[in-house]
């Protein structure tokens, strides 16, 4: 593992890993963000199986992180490993009885609600970075944070506003990871704004199918029960 290694002994693990083109790569941390790019492909096909993958992701990332010194980062697996959690109930508790999740788009309230936490947070998480010096680039590090958060949140209760937070995240992400010289952070955001557009299409059509199905059966049930025309309401007086 090599004498330059100073991180955590129990989590020697973490650090072991292969040399690309003369850099350690951590298989923990390719691993974690495969798995954070495997999430999202998930959530566009609506499978449960997004979740338990997203937090096999937040761990492999958390162990790197602390292993690597990186509390902020490991402080954020953390708050995905609770937003997974509830994400991953609340989608079991829409498919019980092998029922089909229903995606829809968020009501205005709900858009107040996502926007109010996407403005308060990014400011309040910039001010500490700020203050703590934790970023260089406090205010969009402080957007990325907050937005993963809550679009996870959104993805949660199958909102189709959450792929919006998404691309608004990815549009931020790839030019600051970029300047950061981090070129296949870069390169896994722009394959994240990807996937969350074709997500937006995927569920828009589904939830359009959805509604669409309810009409026809709606008027479907209306014409079975049919009309109270002359010769019904005749035999019914017929029979009084």
Same mark, same amino acid.
Not at 1 to 10: I, R
Not at 112 to 116: M, S, W
Not at 120 to 127: E, I, K, N, Q, S
């Given at each position: 593992?090599?004498? #330059?290694?100073?991180? @955590?002994? *129990?989590?020697?693990w973490a650090y072991a890993g292969f040399t690309l083109f003369g850099e350690h @790569?951590? *298989? #923990? +941390?390719?691993i974690g963000n495969i798995a954070a790019l495997a999430t999202v492909a998930l959530a566009v096909r609506r499978s449960m199986w997004t979740w338990p993958v997203q937090l096999t992701g937040a761990v492999l990332l958390f162990a790197v992180s602390i292993d690597a010194h990186l509390t902020g980062n490991a402080l954020k697996q953390i708050m995905f490993v609770g937003l997974v959690v509830y994400g991953w109930t609340r *989608?079991?508790? #829409?498919t019980r009885g092998g029922a089909e999740l229903r995606v829809r788009p968020a009501t205005g309230h709900e858009r107040? /609600?996502?926007?109010?936490l996407l403005v !308060? !947070?990014?400011? #309040? $998480?910039?001010?500490l970075f700020e203050a703590t010096g934790l970023s260089w680039a406090p205010w969009p590090d402080a957007f990325i944070f907050v937005g993963s958060a809550v679009a996870t949140f959104g993805q949660s209760r199958a909102l189709i506003d959450f792929w919006f937070v998404w691309i608004a995240v +990815?549009? $931020?992400? /790839?030019?600051l990871a970029l300047m950061s010289?981090? *070129?296949v952070t870069g390169a896994v955001y722009i394959v994240f704004f990807v996937l969350a557009v074709i997500g937006i299409r995927d569920w828009m059509r589904r939830h359009r199918a959805a509604e669409a199905a309810e009409a026809a059966g709606a008027v479907g049930s209306a014409g079975a029960a049919g009309p109270t025309g002359p010769d019904e309401a005749s035999g019914r007086e017929a029979v009084a």
């Open positions: 593992m090599g004498g #330059a290694h100073s991180g @955590v002994w *129990w989590l020697e @790569v951590r *298989w #923990a +941390d390719l *989608w079991a508790r #829409a107040g /609600v996502l926007l109010g !308060g !947070g990014t400011v #309040a $998480v910039a001010l +990815d549009l $931020v992400g /790839v030019p010289g981090l *070129w």
